[in-house]
């Protein structure tokens, strides 16, 4: 059973799971769908266009599925997706897409801290983690178990490679490639994220086939293009450079150097 404070704002449209809870103050627009389980505190805003999935937290004074900060705009119907169990902190704010993509995303099981801004059309994939006040701009995609510290500008069009770490309080200009740390201004290179990555279970195997892989990226002064070559005739059949490469390929902003 639901349930829903009589001093919060809940539209008749609105499509509200089991064991709902929905705080005082909060508002929840027509056509809405929130999954089982999820918590709304009080004064959050849950516009149009938006689903929310099982089991997650939205904090007081966070805005959900608003109109997007682009002029050229003009109402049209776009959305916001959010999975399961993911916890939106307070004051964070989540922009409807624009017809680019017709959808914001955000996956299962992240956590988006305090007063972190994510504009239309970005693309959060599982279990990443964005600490606060962590701006970006539209249509930036972020893979996989992702972390990312605070006060970070995250550049339009950007794309930030699974496993990655970004510190904090660093300009992201450029696509970051998977399995890395990213440092310094300007950000760059700052080797594997060893520790992420041992605790996802990566083989040592791996492990070493991913520094030999960076080595040739970034130490060899050979430009990306000569990179992908040497590396693709270095290793074959092996899943993790793949997901490397094509990531290379993929690039269209071009990605940070050592």
Do not use: W
Request: hydrophobic share 40%.
């Amino acid at each position: 059973m639901s349930l829903i404070d009589p001093l919060a704002q809940v539209h008749s449209g609105a499509v509200i799971g089991k064991d709902v809870r929905v705080d005082a103050y909060a508002i929840i627009e027509d056509g809405v769908n929130i999954g089982d389980e999820t918590h709304v505190r009080s004064h959050a805003v849950v516009a149009r266009g938006t689903t929310i999935g099982k089991k997650c937290k939205i904090y007081s004074g966070a805005i959900i599925g608003t109109e997007p900060q682009d002029l050229k705009f003009a109402n049209e119907e776009t959305f916001v997706t959010i999975g399961d169990e993911t916890t939106i902190r307070e004051y964070a704010t989540v922009n409807r897409a624009t017809t680019q993509s017709y959808y914001t995303k955000i996956g299962n099981n992240c956590l988006i801290m305090a007063y972190v801004h994510v504009a239309h059309d970005c693309h959060i994939g599982n279990n990443v983690i964005i600490a606060n006040s962590v701006n970006m701009a539209g249509h930036v995609t972020i893979e996989d178990n992702v972390g990312i510290g605070g006060m970070t500008p995250i550049h339009q069009f950007v794309r930030i490679g699974a496993y990655s770490f970004i510190g904090g309080g660093l300009r992201v200009p450029k696509d970051v490639p998977p399995f890395i740390l990213a440092m310094g201004e300007p950000l760059k290179f700052g080797g594997l994220n060893l520790v992420g990555l041992r605790r996802k279970g990566f083989t040592r195997e791996q492990l070493s086939d991913l520094k030999k892989a960076y080595k040739m990226l970034y130490r060899e002064n050979l430009t990306v293009e000569e990179a992908i070559v040497k590396i693709n005739n270095e290793f074959r059949n092996n899943d993790v450079i793949n997901q490397l490469l094509n990531f290379l390929r993929g690039s269209e902003r071009g990605v940070i150097r050592g």
